[in-house]
């Protein structure tokens, strides 16, 4: 069995329950030896003491008055003639309570002297022991009997109560979530009490799952059809953008529909991935990074020439990685296509290291209120009249979690920007270029 069903609400029920008796358990011995125990020092010992004085004072109206004795309590008197055969084991006692071996047992005896006197009462046990057993040890077995009884039944209807619980979360736990058709768990395998709290739960479940399983669907299939449908608009849109060009020639606003068009179908791009990536992961391969980043800068110099941004790629080290390569692109070419769009007339550094690849500009920069703000879809940074969507940082971010990249930013307001991408180490094989 897993940790993780032995940590399970039933698991944590029978331990509460075990501990449950065993403290009962241990508090009534421990009142039970108390109880002896106080019989003992306070109710026996102050019996014979009473016992004591009755028979010096009967002693000072008849000289000759016989000693106690009976089934369990025998009195002896010391007495310069005429007293009684005191045992050896007795002769040398200080007066007080004591117990003494004698005849093979040891009672309890208490030894009092007064004048030229002592009296010896010796209280024999074992008869009182055993009435103590059967009044009181043996009423004290059935009460824990019945204890572990009733606390036996009540963890055995209790984990009948909770195991229709225990099943709903397990089923929640296999159930994949990937593929909406698979994702609607089947709940009629919860065994649950008609009106219980479980069935409530299961009926809620239900009405929950067919929601959600609708609204994701309904978000993947509005993905895949407006990115479908918007190329051939865009498409059309680039046509007739080239024959303007050949005719008219390339104006400032041409260019800057000609960056739009760009913006937009990488876009399409990136939505067609990630409706595709929610379904089935895409498969992986060994890319360098340096080679990727070397290419983009050649497919992306046009827009950067056009913004005056003069790009340079460092190379650190020689990094390669196990990833899709179309992620990493739209990673990369968003990161970069950024950096250009908001640098104006400065300098974009792509950086390539042992762990890492980092976009640097010299832009403006981004305050950290600003900087929560554009992780949000469709938010963009303060120069509003640059081109762009509003998606390219969020979608990043979605893509970076879901391959477990961490995504870093750095900004200083005035002097630029840089936005990191470190891989996990089970991805990565780097050597330092010399």
């Known amino acids: 069995m897993s940790p993780r069903r032995r940590s399970g609400v039933q698991h944590r029920l029978a331990r509460a329950y075990l501990l449950q008796v065993i403290m009962i358990s241990l508090a009534t011995v421990l009142s039970v030896v108390g109880s002896a125990k106080i019989i003992e020092t306070v ?59 004698l005849n093979g047992s040891e009672p309890l005896v208490y030894v009092e002297s007064r004048e030229d006197k002592r009296l010896f009462l010796i209280f024999d046990e074992q008869r009182v022991g055993w009435l103590a057993l059967v009044f009181g040890v043996l009423p004290l077995i059935a009460v824990l009997l019945v204890i572990y009884f009733t606390s036996f039944l009540t963890w055995r209807r209790s984990r009948q109560l909770v195991s229709p619980l225990v099943q709903l979360a397990e089923l929640l736990r296999r159930t994949p979530v990937k593929d909406p058709k698979a994702a609607r768990p089947d709940f009629s395998m919860v065994e649950a009490e008609a009106d219980s709290e479980v069935a409530v739960l299961v009926v809620a479940l239900e009405a929950y ?73 895409l498969p992986d391969e060994e890319l360098i990074i340096n080679d ?7 497919r992306i110099m046009p827009l950067a020439e056009r913004k005056s941004v003069d790009v340079r790629l460092q ?115 780097s050597a330092t270029l010399r």
């Open 43 to 101: 109710l026996v010992k102050q019996a014979l003491v009473m016992e004591a004085d009755h028979f010096w004072s009967l002693q000072r109206e008849k000289p000759d008055h016989p000693r106690p004795n009976t089934r369990h309590l025998l009195g002896l008197l010391e007495r310069p003639a005429g007293g009684d055969a005191i045992p050896s084991a007795l002769e040398k006692l200080d007066d007080g309570y004591t117990r003494v071996n």
């Open 209 to 281: 799952s067919e929601r959600l399983v609708g609204f994701v669907e309904r978000e993947r299939q509005f993905t895949r059809d407006a990115s479908h449908e918007l190329r051939t608009p865009l498409a059309v849109i680039r046509a007739n953008m080239e024959l303007l060009s050949a005719k008219h020639g390339t104006s400032p606003a041409m260019r800057r529909i000609e960056d739009t068009l760009d913006d937009m179908e990488s876009l399409i791009e990136t939505l067609l991935l990630l409706a595709r990536s929610e379904g089935t992961s």
């Open 292 to 298: 990727m980043a070397l290419n983009l800068l050649e």
């Open 315 to 429: 190379q650190r080290a020689m990094l390669s990685v196990h990833a899709p390569e179309t992620v990493l692109n739209i990673v990369l070419t968003n990161l970069v296509r950024n950096a250009i769009n908001y640098t104006g007339s400065g300098q974009v550094t792509v950086e390539v290291d042992t762990r890492s690849v980092t976009v640097c500009d010299t832009g403006p920069g981004i305050s950290a209120e600003d900087l929560a703000r554009l992780m949000q879809p469709f938010e963009r940074g303060s120069r509003v009249g640059e081109a762009g969507t509003g998606l390219g940082l969020a979608i990043v971010q979605r893509l970076c979690e879901r391959y477990r990249w961490q995504l870093e930013f750095a900004s200083v307001k005035g002097q630029g920007t840089q936005v990191r991408v470190v891989f996990p180490m089970w991805q990565r094989r």
